[in-house]
């Protein structure tokens, strides 16, 4: 049990640990800075998708023969329908956004930012939880280390979020202690997430192939929606590739050496 807590806070761990740069960093973050953490956190996010969360899912449905593909599928576009309405209904701003996206409301944008960054966490968070639940059940495509390699990795591509939410809050004149909390609480909703999806899981084990998709599908609906945009904006969109292909590897490094 104690190893399921540890998996569980880490994600949250990286993203206090990247708040704390406010203690640390004076000014604003550089444009190229922003651009290479973005896309570092996007190429995490999509080797865990894929090898920690859609090919197990079709590893456990391979019984169904030709029609395998379908949880993997069908919850891969529950997770980015259900992101979808996240964005429509909860008001929030993205970081470098023109105005904010939601219904409107009287939200200060200091807040907005927050809300942003805690719908990124959310499917983070979703992940860690329903690949625990696999484990906790006995799959045997899913194993501890691989847990505590997507729980690792998540941990990682959280430290540059950390930063990217309180350092501009620093800017927008809020005390650094406030930033730093603001900051580190973007992260909550993981822990959060992870022990309602393993509580979720627990009640209904033949979906966890459909369970794991849909944290996938989440994910990826982050990644395009948000993540890359800003990773390849402006005139040198080639470090946020780079960028990218550096999260992405090093997710897939992790996932064969810790399993």
């Not at 980015?80 to 996240?86: G, M």
């Not at 939601?102 to 942003?116: C, D, E, F, I, Q």
């Not at 899913?142 to 990217?164: D, K, M, R, T």
């Not at 890359?228 to 590897?249: D, N, Q, Y």
Request: proline share 5%.
């Amino acid at each position: 049990m104690s190893e399921v807590i540890q998996e569980i806070l880490l994600p949250f761990c990286g993203t206090a640990l990247g708040a704390a740069c406010v203690f640390f960093v004076r000014g604003a973050l550089h444009e190229r800075l922003l651009r290479m953490l973005t896309g570092f956190a996007a190429g995490v996010m999509v080797a865990a998708s894929v090898w920690s969360l859609l090919l197990p899912a079709l590893e456990q449905a391979a019984d169904q023969g030709r029609w395998a593909f379908f949880p993997a599928v069908a919850g891969a576009w529950l997770g980015v329908l259900f992101l979808l309405a996240l964005d429509k209904t909860i008001p929030h701003l993205h970081q470098n956004g023109a105005r904010p996206e939601g219904p409107y409301s009287h939200l200060k944008r200091t807040t907005m930012l927050v809300l942003a960054v805690t719908l990124h966490n959310i499917p983070e968070g979703m992940a860690v939880g329903v690949v625990l639940a696999g484990w906790l059940a006995g799959e045997e495509s899913i194993s501890v280390a691989g847990a505590l390699a997507l729980s690792a990795g998540i941990a990682i591509q959280n430290f540059p979020e950390g930063a990217i939410i309180s350092i501009p809050l620093r800017e927008a004149g809020i005390g650094r202690g406030r930033a730093f909390l603001w900051g580190a609480l973007s992260g909550a909703a993981e822990p959060l997430a992870a022990v309602l999806t393993i509580w979720a899981a627990g009640l209904v084990l033949p979906a966890l192939p459909y369970l794991l998709s849909f944290a996938a599908g989440a994910m990826l609906y982050v990644v395009v929606e948000e993540l890359i945009p800003v990773a390849s904006a402006g005139e040198r969109s080639k470090l946020g590739t780079l960028s990218f292909t550096v999260g992405f590897t090093l997710m897939l490094a992790l996932d064969v050496i810790l399993r």
